[in-house]
């Protein structure tokens, strides 16, 4: 207990500083504040089933992005350079795209930009579980029990991302 | 986000001659005006400028944005007596953006957009409307909103 409660303040006062300089973020301060993330089984560009569900007892950045989305790859490199720093530690990225294109748009962004975490496709329905996801990149930090601690819209600062992270681990 | 969610936040905008225009409902951050009191003559042909208004802050992709994975700002027109026979955009910004390595062109606050009409010979006379969508995509230095489609309606009389 004391360690959440130490966790939940570090993440407050982390991203707490840096809310002013970027897009608007929405923190959780207290664990029992924390509201359950919506489940999704979403498909993967190899077909697999993706739940979110899969990644319990890990913290997870949840990316909703788009391919035409310019701010969203100012982020997407740093969230690459994450899953390789934590994944160890019980954390992955899952990316949530909003294209209408499907795959054939997706699949080649994907492998451009050398995204390293899984990816699937989102829909209006995914969207709307999360709070009706309006805006480009909104990314939500969950914690190991599958709440949500903060959630951000827009470009956010890569240390405000990080300390979060880093936080709940 | 998708497609439907786009309908579901399409805009029906009337263009009314006389009338004030509807203000955008929340979450719009484009408006479309036109000229009030448009005639035409069958046979002939008719130049319709829109007036379309992007918030403060926001820019949209222009009809040719720069890189492929932009989405075009595109407005078109539903066929019918009264034939849209080209489109004309302003000339866009060319502004960098940290996301991109060069340049992006694209529109900003007020931005005029004028499409070439032909009336047939034979098209009805008095008053009609002449139907059209803009397809646009909006985002700021910081974030992006949905690609988003304005349903444009533009009442022209025919003598």
Redo the contacts between chains.
């Keep these: 207990m004391k360690r959440v409660s130490l966790a939940a303040m570090t993440l407050m006062l982390a991203l707490g500083a840096g809310c002013s300089s970027s897009g608007s973020s929405r923190i959780d301060k207290a664990a029992k504040d924390r509201k359950p993330a919506p489940e999704f089984s979403l498909a993967d560009a190899g077909g697999k089933t993706v739940k979110l569900s899969d990644f319990k007892g890990k913290v997870v950045l949840l990316d909703f992005w788009a391919t035409w989305c310019g701010p969203c790859k100012i982020e997407i490199p740093w969230f690459v350079e994450f899953q390789r720093k934590y994944k160890d530690q019980g954390f992955s990225v899952v990316g949530v795209s909003m294209d209408e294109g499907g795959w054939g748009t997706v699949r080649p962004f994907v492998e451009e930009h050398k995204m390293n975490y899984p990816v699937v496709i989102g829909t209006d329905q995914t969207a709307e579980e999360f709070g009706g996801v309006e805006v480009l990149p909104t990314t939500f930090v969950i914690d190991r029990q599958g709440r949500i601690v903060a959630t951000h819209q827009g470009l956010t600062s890569k240390d405000e991302i990080e300390d979060a992270i880093k936080a709940l681990l | 986000?998708?497609?439907?969610?786009c309908c579901s936040f399409t805009a029906a905008l009337t263009l009314a001659a006389g009338v004030a225009w509807p203000q955008a409902p929340a979450?719009h951050v484009v408006s479309v005006e036109t000229r009030p009191g448009l005639k035409a003559r069958r046979g002939a042909e008719l130049e319709i400028p829109l007036q379309v208004a992007i918030r403060s802050g926001y820019h949209i992709n222009s009809n040719a944005p720069a890189e492929d994975?932009?989405?075009p700002t595109v407005l078109s027109w539903t066929p019918g007596p009264v034939a849209a026979k080209g489109v004309t955009y302003p000339k866009a910004e060319s502004v960098k953006?940290?996301?991109?390595s060069k340049p992006?062109l694209v529109f900003s606050g007020a931005v005029p957009i004028t499409t070439r009409f032909a009336v047939a010979a034979d098209a009805p006379k008095g008053e009609t409307r002449l139907g059209g969508k803009l397809r646009y995509?909006a985002?700021?230095?910081?974030?992006?909103?949905?690609?988003r489609t304005l349903e444009v309606s533009v009442p022209v009389t025919i003598e």
């Design positions: 986000m998708r497609s439907r969610r979450g994975y932009l989405i953006y940290d996301f991109s992006l995509q985002c700021t230095d910081k974030m992006c909103l949905a690609p």
